[in-house]
């Protein structure tokens, strides 16, 4: 029985992982740009219907499809940002959250019409392999996918830590009137900013798609995971994301486990009130 | 009443006697498709209504407001269904519940100062955790009663994800004790309500409560600042919306006789709920008002063309509310209302 548990908790953290990247490009884009994107998950689900069309028509396994998608993501995210967010960005939070759920709206219903309500996957032939060690056994698609997550996120740590662009970005977040008296183009790494968030989320479809199916309506209840995620691990933290991400995998896993899987959403949003009571800041979050 | 028509230029006074006369005899005007049409409108009005005493007046964004409808709508509906309880006496009942909902919300949030996004995704997170316990409920209490050894029968079953049914009724003859009728009861019930909520609306914002609001609103620092006491405030702010929104629920509920935790509770009915007050004109009185009588009849009317034109496509209506919001606000970020009450100095002298 308690083979049973470990069992759910290690693959509910493998897909955890990729939850925390997802979490990730929320975090990146709320931190520096100060909006929140309120159509994360739908573009993620806009990321996953690319891999799947990428394997439809040139058999692309998604790990290979994460470079296309990514790149096509971080380009929407960038005009996005730069056509419509951008004048925005001084403007009252309900007035962004608006815009955004608009696009989000547009996009949930643009899906529904492109592809149709049914839900769709991508099978890869090594859907059904698995590894085993000791008494646990996990699946081969969701180890391939928590170490793309990993890698992904290390090198997004390592962009935001080391490279010109990375520290520039950060200083727009530090503060944004002295990285404008320093000569930096705001506007243009907002839209940066926004592209590679797009991007971070462009790769967690693409990882996710392997694990589970997708459907249009699906959007809003990632968008809202997302948040969750991000709350949980505290704003602002990336490594509190992804450990957040971690964590809401394991509960989710456990929750189908000791419950129902369908009722997995109610586990993860008794954790936000949890974390709300107790450390508003969010695991890993500064105290404000 | 003085207060409630004191400032309004004369001629504003004339087209909203227009207005409500027109709607007291709309039945007889127009057909039974637009007459159902109608009722709806007058639902999303009352309730953006509702809605907007939390958004618009005391500035706290609700995206979870489906939360209070069904909870209303499940309340009083469990009551009549199970033990016959009159839905008067049932949304009474309903009143309760939602505002001790709301009252749980907002002491979780404004306790810990959570404002703003974390606040509407705390909203969110409680309207979907209700719809997720509700689709569950038979599971629940049967866990329940495994682990505690209370019995299942002890609770009324509230239909799980199958859904809860009214008795279908009879239509020939209106009960309004019982909310059993033709859809014309329903329509003034409706209006009735509507009228009520925006005499309500207005005489709150003339008063000290009103202006409490509007100054946590535009600046809670400051408010605090001025001795005000933002906590309390907010959390009337939210417990009245939860409780005039339970009506809501209830006027749903014995409407269409039907319901199920994933339409009630959805996030869309949420979205659906606050796009009215947010097109019309946050925070002013006759927003919702506005935007439930542009928005309805624009969706019909798109559903209708499209019918017409052969074409039946799932999806299409919402695109067209996406579109709506991200034009109203790209362009018009404080609503329609402002605008045509300047064009037609409808508005108040200020």
Same mark, same amino acid.
């Given at each position: ?25 929320? $975090? !990146? &884009?709320?931190?520096? %740009? +100060? ?10 689900? @806009? #990321? ?86 000791? $008494? !646990? &056994?996990?699946?081969? %698609? +969701? ?10 996120? @290390? #090198? ?106 369908? #009722? ?25 | ?350």
């Amino acid at each position: 029985m308690s083979d049973l548990y470990l069992n759910a908790a290690l693959s509910g953290a493998l897909t955890g992982l990729v939850y925390g990247l997802m979490a990730l490009g929320l $975090s !990146v &884009i709320f931190g520096v %740009v +100060r909006v929140v994107n309120f159509a994360h998950g739908e573009m993620m689900t @806009a #990321a996953m219907y690319g891999a799947i069309l990428l394997s439809q028509a040139f058999k692309l396994d998604p790990l290979v499809a994460m470079a296309p998608v990514a790149i096509g993501m971080f380009i929407l995210g960038y005009w996005l940002q730069r056509g419509l967010i951008n004048s925005f960005v001084t403007r009252p939070e309900h007035t962004q959250f608006m815009l955004l759920v608009a696009v989000a709206i547009i996009l949930v219903n643009g899906q529904l019409i492109a592809f149709g309500p049914n839900a769709r996957n991508v099978q890869v032939d090594y859907a059904l392999d698995s590894y085993q060690f000791g $008494s !646990v &056994i996990l699946d081969k %698609v +969701r180890i391939y996918a928590a170490i793309a997550a990993l890698a992904v996120s @290390a #090198a997004l740590f390592a962009f935001f830590r080391f490279s010109l662009t990375g520290k520039a970005i950060r200083a727009c977040a530090d503060n944004f009137l002295g990285a404008q008296v320093v000569g930096l183009d705001v506007k243009r790494l907002y839209a940066l900013t926004f592209g590679i968030g797009a991007a971070c989320v462009g790769t967690a479809g693409c990882l996710l798609v392997m694990l589970v199916d997708v459907t249009p309506a699906q959007g809003p209840a990632y968008t809202l995971l997302a948040f969750i995620i991000v709350i949980v691990g505290g704003m602002g933290s990336l490594t509190g994301a992804l450990l957040a991400g971690l964590i809401v995998g394991i509960s989710e896993a456990m929750a189908g486990a000791l419950f129902v899987p369908s #009722a997995k959403s109610m586990f993860t949003f008794a954790l936000l009130v949890l974390v709300l009571l107790f450390r508003p800041q969010g695991l890993l979050g500064r105290t404000p | 009443m003085s207060v409630l028509f004191d400032g309004l230029p004369r001629r504003s006074l004339i087209a909203l006697a227009v207005f409500f006369g027109l709607l007291l005899v709309a039945p007889w005007l127009v057909n039974a498709y637009v007459l159902s049409i109608l009722v709806v409108v007058l639902y999303y009005a009352y309730a953006g209504q509702s809605w907007n005493i939390m958004m618009g007046f005391a500035g706290q964004l609700s995206l979870g407001h489906s939360l209070y409808v069904g909870l209303g709508a499940y309340t009083a509906a469990a009551l009549f269904v199970r033990y016959g309880v009159n839905p008067w006496l049932g949304l009474v009942v309903a009143v309760g519940v939602t505002t001790v909902m709301g009252a749980i919300v907002g002491f979780l949030a404004f306790r810990f100062r959570i404002g703003g996004v974390y606040f509407a995704i705390l909203t969110i997170a409680f309207a979907e955790f209700t719809r997720i316990g509700f689709d569950h409920a038979p599971l629940i209490t049967a866990a329940l009663a495994d682990y505690t050894g209370i019995s299942v029968d002890k609770f009324p079953a509230l239909g799980g994800s199958g859904g809860l049914f009214l008795p279908v009724t009879n239509l020939s003859s209106n009960d309004l004790l019982n909310l059993r009728g033709a859809p014309i009861m329903f329509y003034y019930v409706m209006l009735a309500m509507t009228a009520l909520a925006l005499a309500f609306c207005r005489w709150l914002l003339a008063s000290k409560l009103g202006y409490y609001w509007q100054a946590i609103r535009e600046n809670e620092e400051a408010a605090a600042a001025l001795g005000i006491n933002v906590f309390r405030y907010k959390m009337i702010a939210v417990m009245l919306s939860a409780a005039m929104t339970a009506f809501a629920g209830v006027f749903f509920a014995f409407y269409y006789n039907n319901l199920f935790p994933e339409q009630i509770f959805s996030m869309n009915r949420s979205i659906e709920l606050i796009l009215g007050p947010i097109i019309g004109g946050l925070g002013t009185l006759f927003g919702p008002i506005l935007g439930a009588f542009v928005l309805s009849p624009l969706a019909d009317g798109i559903t209708e063309v499209l019918q017409w034109a052969g074409v039946e496509i799932p999806g299409v209506k919402q695109v067209f509310y996406g579109v709506c919001l991200l034009l109203v606000v790209v362009f018009l970020p404080n609503g329609i209302w402002p605008v045509l009450a300047k064009r037609f100095k409808l508005g108040r002298e200020q």
